[in-house]
Structure formats: C-alpha cells, structure tokens
C-alpha cells in the first residue's frame, strides 16, 4: 500500500524559514517523481514543485521560484521542501504527492499524502 | 489565478447526468498535452478519478468519465449520487509558465 507521511508543518512569521519532509512507502521510490502542491484555507489546489526520480530535473511555480527549493532523498524515500521567505500567501495545507513517470513535468499525481498545515503569521 | 478555468459549481439531482468544463488555451490544452481530474471529498485530501483525458484508474465507478477536445475537456457523472458530492479539479501541463504543471479553478458538485 502506497503511504506518504508529511511533517514539518507549523506556525512560522513572515519572513521566516520552513522545512517540510514527505516520508515514502509501499513503492520503489526511485522510480517517480515527486511533488509538492498546497491548497490555501478554502481554495484550489496550486502546483507547487517537482522533482524528477534522479534529481535531475527540477520545476516550480513561479509564485515560490527563488524562494523554496525541494530536494529528495531516495536512500531514505523522502521528499523535502525548503520554503524561506515565506509571505502570508504561502500559507496552506502542503501535499506531497506521487507522480506516475520519472519526469517532474507533463506529469499527473496518482497518491496524495494528507498534508501538513503551514501558518504564516506574525 | 489559473490558467484552466471552471464553473465555480454545477449541480444535479439523483441519477441525473451532470458535466464539468475545464477551459485551456493554445499553451495547455489545446498544444495536446493531457488532462487528468481529481475528486475532493470534504476534508480529505484529493484523489485521482481520471488520468490521461479518459483513462479510469482501478476502482473508479465508470459513471466517471473524461473527454479533451480542441482547448477543453470535460468530465461526466452519470447516475449522480449522494457520495458524488465534492470539488472536482482538472489538471494540464503549460508551455507558457517555465513548464508547470497547473491545476484548474476547481468545480464544486452538488447533490440535491
């Protein structure tokens, strides 16, 4: 049974850094991409990041470029996130979600974790 | 703002057949690349209920079903029932953003 378990979640002040952590089972790991996607308190899903199997490739929407950086770690199947600079915006229920190909784009998301909740607040 | 715009919401009694649009452009879907949609049922987390424009992945009801045309697809319900009742979110791919993927607006289903 495929199983992701995101952590990392909390309440942080603007400005501030954050790191989340989306722990894999239940398939080869190594296999698919990965990727992140938040949905703010009564909104839409918003694609966030992806990360390809090998690392290799790497996209992110263009509302976090420059601010959040994910990373993956196939020995331990996670997934992480790294969010700094985070704005009142950025807050939202993060999914780690698995791809169903090795490459991050033109990808769909076949597993969903049940998130983890980010609070960005002074 | 998403670049794949739906009905904020439809609506549909028992056993009726409702429809959700999912409206692209040039850079999504009408370029060919897919669509997939995903269920959201209150407070959990989405789930994948159809991938590759028509394709229903292992236990999804084929009440279910999806159709792209042009720069648009679509999804269907047949036989509409009370458990339908949820967000519905389609999902492309853009040329235009860096290469994103990118969800739609989001259609809230209904049951009365």
């Known amino acids: 049974e495929v199983q992701l378990v995101e952590s990392g979640g909390g309440l942080v002040q603007p400005g501030r850094s954050l790191r989340l952590s989306c722990a894999a089972s239940?398939?080869?790991?190594?296999?698919?991409?990965m990727h992140w996607v938040r949905q703010a308190p009564g909104k839409g899903l918003e694609w966030v990041s992806g990360?390809?199997?090998?690392?290799?490739?790497?996209g992110y929407a263009d509302s976090v470029k420059g601010r959040f950086t994910i990373s993956r770690d196939n020995a331990k199947n996670s997934l992480y996130l790294q969010m700094n600079s985070l704005r009142a915006e950025d807050m939202a229920l993060y999914y780690c979600?698995?791809?169903?190909?090795?490459?991050?784009?033109?990808?769909?998301?076949?597993?969903w974790g049940q998130g983890t909740l980010v609070t960005v607040s002074s | 703002q998403s670049v794949l715009t739906q009905p904020p919401s439809v609506s549909g009694a028992p056993g009726q057949r409702v429809t959700i649009s999912c409206t692209g452009s040039?850079?999504?879907?009408?370029?060919?690349?897919?669509v997939h949609w995903y269920q959201q049922l209150p407070g959990t987390a989405p789930k994948l209920l159809i991938y590759?424009?028509?394709n229903r992945p292992s236990g999804v009801p084929d009440r279910f079903s999806g159709s792209r045309s042009g720069t648009s697809a679509s999804l269907a319900i047949t036989g509409l029932q009370a458990e339908d009742e949820a967000d519905y979110y389609c999902?492309?791919?853009?040329?235009?953003?860096?290469?994103?993927?990118?969800f739609g607006t989001g259609t809230k289903v209904t049951v009365l």
């Open positions: 979600a698995k791809g169903r190909s090795g490459s991050y784009y033109q990808d769909y998301f076949d597993y």
């Open positions: 239940g398939f080869t790991f190594d296999d698919y991409a």
């Open positions: 990360i390809s199997w090998n690392s290799g490739s790497i």
């Open positions: 040039s850079s999504n879907i009408g370029a060919g690349y897919d």
């Open positions: 590759g424009n028509s």
């Open positions: 999902q492309s791919y853009d040329n235009s953003l860096s290469g994103s993927n990118v």
